[in-house]
């Protein structure tokens, strides 16, 4: 018992608990959402929005960070469809809070909202699941550039598009959210 203890308490520092503080970044940016049903359904092979989005890092050492995103969209193929969603990331990577590149990724919980005026009334759609999210950066004294990607469970998606009778097989459609982000450490 006392070599494992003895050997946690020499890895503490690796973990940079006893040499990091923590971290909070507030950010803005620009993200792509994009679903894919397949040809058959929609007029341009792909469905896919244009957001702003804002978001909110928390980051206790080099290795762990917790990031919330917000974003409000409008379809780049119907100007009908619009919503908000927001995403809450878990993610382990390396020199998340230290000045240089740094890398991620890890699981993803998120809900969209979106409204769709193309019926005679309004049509309301709620999307929740899982993802998993896969990033890097670079940070430069306070500020941070980030680019990441996240592949959402599609179930809600495929119910969507089925609802607007739609064949389609699970495997038909594809759901990600990409963003470009830039922050600033407080």
Do not use: C
């Amino acid at each position: 018992m006392k070599p494992a203890i003895t050997l946690i308490l020499l890895a503490l520092p690796m973990f940079g608990y006893a040499e990091q503080s923590s971290v909070w970044r507030v950010g803005g940016g620009v993200s792509f959402l994009y679903n894919d049903p397949d040809s058959s359904y929609s007029r341009s092979d792909e469905d896919w929005q244009k957001a702003l989005h804002a978001s909110l890092d928390y980051s206790h050492n080099q290795y762990l960070m917790a990031r919330s995103t917000l974003y409000r969209f409008d379809s780049a193929v119907n100007d009908d469809i619009r919503g908000w969603g927001g995403e809450l990331q878990f993610l382990a990577g390396l020199n998340l809070n230290g000045e240089g590149a740094r890398i991620y990724t890890g699981p993803v919980l998120f809900r969209e909202s979106r409204k769709d005026k193309t019926a005679i009334h309004d049509q309301h759609h709620v999307f929740s699941g899982t993802g998993w999210n896969i990033g890097g950066g670079y940070q430069w004294q306070r500020w941070s550039f980030d680019l990441s990607a996240t592949i959402r469970d599609n179930s809600d998606y495929v119910d969507y598009y089925e609802e607007k009778n739609v064949d389609l097989e699970d495997d038909d459609v594809w759901a990600t959210i990409t963003t470009a982000t830039i922050s600033y450490q407080l």
